[in-house]
């Protein structure tokens, strides 16, 4: 891989400014710890032509790592694409555990889906194909939905992050937590309005500025920004 291209994969999936540095970290901590069906998936999906799109393998390892501290048992997931996440999750989740999996492109989550029933956890997902908002608004006609939720996981269209909160903060219980993706934007959020970015970044800029704004002054929840991936931030519920 050319250096240009490598700095550009790099720089999309982590702010620390060295490459080696970043690729230290893949090698001695997440490549050796991650499962096969994870490496298989990861490799699948960088061929797909947006491939940009995926959760970075560190960040995978965190979600997994921080799905058993919770001992989560039922999860949401917005935004699957072809299903990394997805599968770290269900990894993560106790063979009774359950996923409610929503993205508008089934096409995308069928490519890693193969490898997720190879894996065994395919039973653990219920994959609903369509736009996430009227999913979340039927749950929350249903009164034992509310709560019911132990972790949520949000990476998908940036103009509904908002949106997905307002119903997520009472679908997942209290003491539950709530992730955001994407919440450092390609460092985006620190930078000048005028600074050159690509276009879709510049686009999707000021939803996740409103985003992060609207996060830090939710008196219902506490706040951990984390420079993982491309920016998560986790919130937990507390009232």
């Known amino acids: 891989m050319a250096a240009e291209s490598r700095h550009q994969e790099v720089g999309h999936k982590s702010l620390l400014q060295s490459d080696a540095l970043y690729q230290y970290i893949l090698e001695t901590s ?15 999906t960088a061929k797909h ?7 970075s393998a560190d960040e995978g390892q965190f979600l997994a790592l921080l799905l058993k501290l ?13 299903g990394y996440s997805l599968l770290a999750t269900a990894l993560a989740l106790p063979h009774d555990g ?3 999996a929503l993205d508008i492109n089934r096409e995308n989550y069928e490519i890693g889906l193969p490898v997720i029933e190879k894996a065994g956890v395919a039973h653990k997902i219920d994959f609903r194909e369509g736009p996430a908002l009227p999913v979340l608004d039927l749950l929350l006609e249903d009164e034992k939905s509310h709560g019911s939720f132990d972790f949520a996981f949000v990476d998908a269209d940036k103009d509904n992050y908002l949106n997905y909160h307002k119903r997520l903060i009472e679908l997942v219980k209290v003491g539950g937590v709530i992730g955001y993706d ?7 959020v620190a930078a000048a309005p005028d600074a050159p970015m690509r276009k879709y970044v510049r686009h999707y800029r000021s939803f996740v500025l409103e985003l992060n704004k609207f996060l830090a002054a939710d008196p219902r ?5 984390l420079p993982v991936g491309d920016g998560i931030t986790l919130c937990r519920r507390i009232s």
Request: glycine fraction near 4%; aromatic fraction near 8%.
């Open 221 to 225: 929840i506490e706040i951990c920004q």
């Open 182 to 188: 994407n919440t450092l934007w390609n460092g985006s």
């Open 30 to 44: 997440v490549y050796p710890r991650e499962p096969e069906s994870m490496r298989e998936l990861r490799e699948i």
């Open 98 to 100: 359950k996923i409610l």
């Open 70 to 82: 919770i001992a989560a048992k039922n999860t949401i997931e917005i935004g699957v694409f072809t």
């Open 49 to 55: 032509p947006w491939n940009l799109m995926t959760t």
